[in-house]
């Protein structure tokens, strides 16, 4: 089992910056990969960056060059943050962290209960 418990969100006007953190606990030896979706209302949930356990990290087109990935590990815990600048409108959602632990019959997927980002314009 891993645990996620996000922070960071907030209220920012359009071109500000915002870093959020995600800290995973429990069975992080098993993690695979850590990631950050957003939700924005009556929208699908999209991937926004991922890191995976080597360090590489992939973003979503509308993000590149603005947010970056990074992680930090500790001997208990993992985490993960996401620095977003130059923030626009269109970035506000809720921003749920995720653990990928692959398993021999199955994978699992961890979420966080989502922070809410808001950018005002």
């Known amino acids: 089992q891993v645990q996620l418990v996000e922070s960071g969100g907030g209220l920012v006007q359009a071109g500000g910056s915002l870093r959020l953190s995600c800290a995973a606990s429990?069975?992080?030896?098993?993690?695979?990969?850590m990631g950050w979706y957003r939700q924005a209302p009556g929208k699908e949930r999209e991937l926004v960056a991922y890191?995976?356990?080597?360090?590489?990290?992939?973003?979503a087109g509308s993000v590149k060059g603005r947010f970056t990935v990074s992680k930090d590990n500790a001997k208990n815990t993992v985490t993960v943050y996401l620095q977003m600048n130059s923030l626009k409108p269109e970035d506000t959602a809720v921003y749920y962290c995720?653990?990928?632990?692959?398993?021999?019959?199955?994978?699992?997927?961890?979420w966080g209960k989502g922070t809410q980002v808001t950018v005002s314009s």
């Open positions: 890191i995976d356990s080597g360090g590489s990290s992939s973003y």
């Open positions: 995720n653990a990928e632990v692959p398993g021999i019959e199955h994978d699992s997927s961890y």
């Open positions: 429990g069975s992080i030896f098993s993690i695979s990969e």
